[in-house]
């Protein structure tokens, strides 16, 4: 497999402001897997620039991490030349996976990352745990941008399936996928193995291959994070041991954190049903034992908002005003979510 020199990688991390020691096994690991889709990620991702600064909701100021960077012409172009991956086995059934291939990118991903067990050089898994991979993200925004991907595409059928665009809650049927206690516990496992932090966007927002479950991966010390101190310096309600809302924030965020009694993953699982099941819209972010839990609202058509995953991290997809209006109007304020239904 193609490799970049030490010195390539430390520029590349620098630049995104990563901790050598801590995170430079896996960027290496990301960025030669990431050459396997023909991505070159210090071409790809050259002129990332991140400020810290302000963005304003409601009359008040909250600190807030912004990146900017060119990669977006670059990543349309690329889209737009993306060729369908040909597996190696003629009869798809011979991997022994729930695979949606026609359709499905990350399915084809998963399928490469099957034939890379005899051809190393399209190798494109950073590390498999069982029935999930750690892959990188095709066109990423930034380094060591990464999926955290279950090998299965989704089981819908008891989901929502969308027409033409509109998800409207059914009876007896979810919109997202509940995620189980056994994929949380996997997902935990391999954040904590590699040093990484997460975001999980919903369905009806922001989340692009909505038939295959993901969460987004990053080296943990990204400043995609840099504001998650200061989010949990001050709890806004306390519902108990380890779970509670944060106070610095226009945002209701709930924080469940590993600190809760019992076991982590399940109870986790538990409020995520709960909510899911309530056809709740919701964005997570996790890092290091501390799970952010985000919901929108006005969500009235029951199409996708795209708002997107990182903003409750206060670090905005744009910080200008037309996103933060939208922003305003999709995310549910401090103090107007009714979490106790969800955590009792
Ligand atoms: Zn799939």
């Not at 086995?89 to 011979?94: G, Q």
Request: glycine share 6%; charged share 25%.
């Amino acid at each position: 497999m193609e490799s970049f020199s030490e010195e390539q990688l430390k520029n590349l991390m620098t630049e995104h402001n990563l901790n050598w020691r801590k995170s430079r096994d896996f960027i290496a690991k990301w960025a030669s897997a990431l050459l396997t889709y023909g991505t070159d990620a210090v071409e790809f991702l050259k002129g990332t620039v991140y400020t810290k600064g302000k963005i304003n909701f409601g009359g008040a100021e909250y600190p807030a991490q912004f990146k900017s960077g060119g990669n977006n012409d670059l990543r349309r172009k690329l889209m737009a030349e993306q060729k369908p991956y040909v597996a190696a086995k003629t009869n798809l059934e011979d991997y022994g996976i729930r695979l949606d291939f026609a359709k499905c990118f990350l399915c084809q991903n998963v399928v490469q990352g099957y034939d890379a067990v005899d051809n190393p050089t399209i190798d494109n898994v950073i590390e498999a745990f069982g029935e999930f991979f750690i892959m990188p993200n095709r066109y990423p925004a930034f380094a060591g941008h990464s999926l955290w991907v279950p090998v299965n595409h989704d089981d819908t059928k008891e989901r929502v399936i969308p027409a033409d665009g509109v998800l409207a809650p059914e009876k007896g049927k979810t919109r997202g996928a509940i995620l189980t206690t056994y994929e949380l516990k996997n997902f935990i496992d391999a954040t904590r193995k590699n040093n990484l932090g997460a975001i999980r966007n919903h369905v009806l927002d922001a989340m692009s291959i909505p038939g295959h479950d993901h969460f987004h991966l990053m080296p943990d010390d990204t400043p995609n994070f840099a504001m998650l101190n200061y989010l949990m310096k001050e709890k806004d309600k306390q519902y108990m041991k380890g779970v509670f809302t944060l106070k610095n924030t226009p945002f209701s965020t709930l924080a469940i954190t590993s600190d809760t009694k019992g076991d982590y993953p399940d109870f986790i699982s538990y409020i995520l049903c709960k909510m899911e099941l309530d056809n709740q819209v919701f964005v997570l972010s996790y890092r290091d034992g501390i799970m952010l839990v985000s919901p929108r609202k006005n969500i009235n058509d029951h199409k996708r908002i795209q708002v997107g995953g990182g903003i409750h991290l206060h670090f905005p997809d744009k910080p200008d005003a037309d996103y933060l209006a939208k922003a305003d109007h999709h995310i549910v304020k401090r103090g107007e979510y009714d979490w106790k239904k969800y955590i009792e």
